[in-house]
């Protein structure tokens, strides 16, 4: 091919082939733009024209999939990316069973994505653009006032239900909470396929670390749940993300996803040398975008490329990057692989 533009190296690398080059993008969030779906689309359709990306990922607020099943938090007060929560839904071991599946079209907070999703592709009509889910366990996870996290808590829970307790005491009610949620999640993905996305960045934030869940914990709490809300997508590309420390990418290189992307430089996790069919999306250390110089931030640019050379890549940081992320930095990465 010849003529090669965004959508279609966006596909051919997540399908495992070259392209004319590697593809770059970066995001984070936009935390005075993410409480409507006018307000984030513009805030996302000015950061793609801004800076040129090849593909775009939207980062909705961090909690909007825990709001779909009832949890409530105050917009006026973050702590880090985490608005404050005012109300979980789960409190006691028994509350697990009323987690229902959720009709899409009666969400508030799945049709403000979706709108938002629609906005964005008609402001972005040649970008590829992929919608943020995080997997049933981890908004089980939010809906109990948990982190997602090892040793890490949600704002505003101050006691949140013991994990260990909720899994102990009610393993049935969790698998009947976790089937609704993914139901929930497979209905989603197919409304957002028809509002025009072209794939889904699918979080499993910090629960494949072992010291949250062992192996056999994972294989029964997240693993089965996860393939119900992949399976959903018939068309688009889905980049699997597993968040922080111990996030063990090689676990997933059987899921039914295209791409894999993880923190090489986080405590035990491999770096980019690693062995995986699928395609790598990594490269950079999210933590440098906020500094003034930019040497760091092309010297990992440069050693990744060099990793990566001759294999289908996707370039970006290896987390959402701060939300005080200067302009040069992001510059930086952007012109990498011009």
Not at 157 to 170: A, G, K, Q, T, V
Not at 236 to 259: I, N, S
Request: glycine share 4%; net charge negative; proline share 5%.
């Amino acid at each position: 091919m010849t003529n090669w533009n965004k959508k279609a190296r966006f596909d051919a690398l997540l399908n495992g082939k070259q392209a004319d080059r590697p593809i770059v993008s970066g995001w984070h969030h936009f935390l005075d733009q993410e409480q409507t779906a006018a307000d984030l689309a513009e805030a996302t359709i000015a950061f793609a024209n801004k800076f040129d990306w090849d593909w775009i990922k939207i980062n909705p607020r961090a909690t909007y999939l825990a709001e779909a099943f009832g949890n409530r938090y105050d917009f006026t007060d973050y702590q880090w990316v985490f608005p404050r929560q005012t109300h979980a839904v789960i409190t006691d071991v028994k509350d697990v069973w009323k987690i229902d599946q959720v009709e899409i079209k009666e969400s508030a907070a799945l049709q403000e994505q979706i709108l938002a999703v629609k906005t964005i592709r008609e402001g972005l009509p040649d970008t590829p653009i992929i919608q943020t889910l995080f997997s049933p366990l981890t908004i089980l996870l939010f809906l109990t006032g948990n982190s997602s996290y090892v040793n890490q808590s949600m704002y505003g829970s101050d006691e949140p239900l013991s994990i260990e307790r909720l899994f102990n005491e009610e393993r049935a009610g969790v698998h009947q909470a976790l089937h609704n949620i993914a139901y929930t999640m497979a209905d989603y993905v197919r409304a957002l396929e028809q509002a025009g996305v072209d794939g889904i960045f699918y979080a499993v934030t910090g629960t494949a670390h072992p010291e949250l869940f062992d192996e056999a914990a994972f294989n029964e709490f997240s693993r089965p749940y996860d393939l119900i809300v992949l399976h959903a997508m018939e068309k688009g590309q889905r980049l699997l993300h597993t968040c922080g420390a111990k996030a063990q990418p090689e676990r997933f290189d059987d899921y039914p996803v295209e791409g894999i992307s993880w923190d090489p430089e986080a405590e035990g996790n491999p770096g980019l040398d690693i062995s995986l069919v699928k395609t790598k999306v990594a490269g950079v250390n999210h933590n440098i975008f906020a500094e003034t110089d930019v040497a760091p931030i092309q010297a990992e640019i440069q050693e990744a490329l060099s990793i990566m050379k001759e294999q289908p890549f996707l370039l970006v940081p290896n987390c959402a990057v701060s939300v005080n992320a200067t302009d040069e930095a992001l510059r930086t990465l952007r012109d990498a692989v011009k």
